[in-house]
């Protein structure tokens, strides 16, 4: 097994990947400005996000970078904490990906007061129009939540999910 900071590797990756995705966008578009990727349903859009995950805010900016500062350092050191209890290579590789997510849009945060945000997709009519922009930091994020999920569900035969006889 893998030694459980050799995967801070993998969150160096994902960090350098975003902040230069983040600056490509923001040395070559306008704000606001787009371009079709894939038609329609992919586009790039560059955008300033002010508040959290789906553009949650508090309603006021520094409010927002205060406490989303603040939220991101507390996670980062339970994500470290945790990284410390993981029992194998892929908690440890879940792990990785949300701390570099994590610490990827906290330099935005800090360094220009916003996260850049430019991942534009289309979303089924049904629920909203389209899915809020989003970048890689937040992909990252994202991913790995869902294969924590996955993991904690099916694979982890530490969770007890007691039989309530339903």
């Known amino acids: 097994m ?3 900071y050799s995967w801070l590797l993998l969150s160096g990756f ?10 490509l966008i923001r040395a070559r ?5 787009s371009i079709q990727i894939i038609g329609d349903l992919v ?5 300033r996000n002010t508040g959290a ?4 805010s508090f309603g006021n900016v520094l409010v927002n970078r205060i406490i989303f500062i603040a939220v991101t350092l507390i996670a980062i050191v339970v994500m470290f904490l945790y990284l410390r209890k993981t029992k194998n290579n892929f908690e440890s590789a879940i792990i990785s990906m949300i701390l570099g997510g994590a610490v990827g849009n906290l330099i935005d945060r800090i360094s220009l007061g916003y996260v850049t945000d430019f991942i534009d997709c289309d979303f089924p009519d049904f629920v909203m129009t389209r899915f809020p922009v989003f970048n890689v930091a937040d992909s990252s994020i ?3 939540i869902a294969l924590l999920i996955i993991y ?4 982890d035969k530490n969770v007890k999910i007691e039989d309530k006889n339903l």
């Open 152 to 155: 904690i569900l099916f694979f």
């Open 53 to 56: 995950a789906f553009s949650l």
């Open 14 to 23: 994902i960090i350098i990947f975003d902040q230069i995705t983040k600056y």
């Open 142 to 144: 994202s991913i790995a």
């Open 43 to 47: 586009r790039f859009t560059y955008v």
């Open 29 to 33: 578009f306008e704000l606001y400005d």
């Open 2 to 4: 893998k030694s459980k």
